[in-house]
């Protein structure tokens, strides 16, 4: 066995449980009366917004184009770069440090040419429509492409270093602060840089990330970080669906990177009287802040839909902002519902005026501040039209 049988072989397993995940989601039925017909309408109008007209032609005149700047930013803050470790690597493969060297070589390749893979098919979709409206031609299409790709790479390579450093809030909002600066200037640099020297600063941000994740992959001192991430990643579709699921639960990865909680260490209470409804809010509260996986979805779902809501006309703004109000809503229940379903709760009664009241009230708290958010979005939208 060699590290190029081993990825290859974790790969398609990879891509197997994938599969299942969707097949268990999509059955024939899902995929004849929604899938089918979706994928034709979006192909119809894709078709006709070729021919200058058409749903989607009307909705970019009146957008201008500005979603496609918000579709760019909302890829450079996804993905990440893949290990394909598992936890059994530490007791059986451990001694082969080659090995898991050549994996984890492989892994990172992989890992680029897939985030070269996106940026080329949103390139290869939108560039007819970009030359019309814009007006810019190949060779500048092809530099921005380069810089927003080697962009992302670098993101990526940042995120490596995430991974293998315990969170704190500090880091937190030095990590928001890196990436406000860095799509700032990069802001700056699209708009008043010459295309050539745009594609060489992207040129250098490609070596110097693939170099800086090269290096990374020759550490074993972060070996559990790793397989923890790894773990997430091929659970993200599985939770994704599992969230939307009032039977399923969301699947738990241990992160071994966090020795304490990062908020209410030594589980102090957060309410001075103790009753069951207090029960139950502290509860849930404490559940959420320490879980990563509820609060980064929602955060995903946030930002999906303020950004649909910024870059959109007035009348789909008002139509998206109506439509997350109620999936942030059901989704809220469904995460105090899951969390409630903890087995140190086996017996309490879920039918209770307390449970109820409890719901209602941290729905509401958590509801109002993500909608809140929204219409601050709507708000700063409208000043810039």
């Known amino acids: 066995m060699n590290g190029r049988s081993l990825f290859f072989r974790r790969l398609f397993d990879y891509y197997r449980y994938q599969f299942k995940v969707l097949h268990a989601v999509i059955d024939w039925t899902v995929a004849l009366y929604i899938v089918l017909p979706a994928l034709a309408f979006v192909i119809y109008q894709y078709i006709d917004l070729m021919n200058g ?56 390749v992989y890992s680029f040419l897939v985030t070269l893979g996106k940026w080329l098919l949103l390139f290869f979709i939108v560039l007819p429509f970009i030359s019309h409206s814009v007006h810019i031609t190949l060779a500048e299409s092809a530099a921005l492409l380069c810089y927003l790709f080697s962009l992302h790479m670098f993101f990526l390579s ?31 640099l699209i708009i008043f840089t010459e295309w050539g020297l745009l594609a060489l600063i992207g040129i250098l941000f490609f070596i110097f990330a693939f170099v800086r994740s090269l290096k990374k992959t020759a550490s074993f001192s972060a070996f559990g970080a790793e397989v923890t991430e790894e773990k997430k990643s091929r659970l993200a579709l599985a939770g994704l669906v599992m969230m939307m699921s009032q039977e399923a639960g969301m699947p738990k990865v241990k992160d071994r990177m966090r020795r304490k909680p990062l908020l209410f260490r030594n589980s102090r209470r957060i309410f ?59 989704i809220l229940t469904l995460i105090f519902d899951k969390v409630m379903d903890a087995p140190m709760l086996i017996g309490a009664d879920k039918e209770s005026d307390e449970y109820y009241r409890a719901r209602k009230s941290c729905t509401n708290i958590l509801h109002y501040a993500f909608a809140a958010c929204c219409l601050l979005a709507a708000a700063v939208s409208l000043l810039f039209t």
């Not at 069951?276 to 929602?298: C, Q």
Request: net charge positive; aromatic share 14%; glycine share 4%.
């Open 53 to 108: 007209r058409g749903l989607f032609y009307e909705w970019s005149e009146v957008m201008e184009w500005r979603w496609l700047y918000a579709v760019c930013v909302l890829i450079v803050c996804t993905g990440s770069i893949h290990t394909f470790l598992m936890e059994a690597d530490n007791v059986f493969l451990l001694q082969k440090k080659e090995l898991i060297y050549q994996l984890k070589r492989y892994a990172l």
């Open 272 to 330: 001075k009287k103790r009753t069951i409804y207090t029960g139950y809010k502290e509860l849930f509260f404490k559940v959420l802040l320490r879980n990563g996986e509820y609060i980064r979805r929602m955060c995903m779902l946030l930002s999906a839909f303020a950004v649909l809501i910024f870059v959109s006309p007035i009348w789909l703004k008002l139509i998206a902002l109506l439509v997350y109000i109620g999936v942030c809503r059901y």
């Open 158 to 188: 940042l995120k490596q270093d995430r991974i293998r450093k315990p969170r704190s809030i500090s880091r937190r909002v030095a990590e928001i602060l890196v990436r406000a600066v860095l799509f700032a200037g990069s802001a700056g």
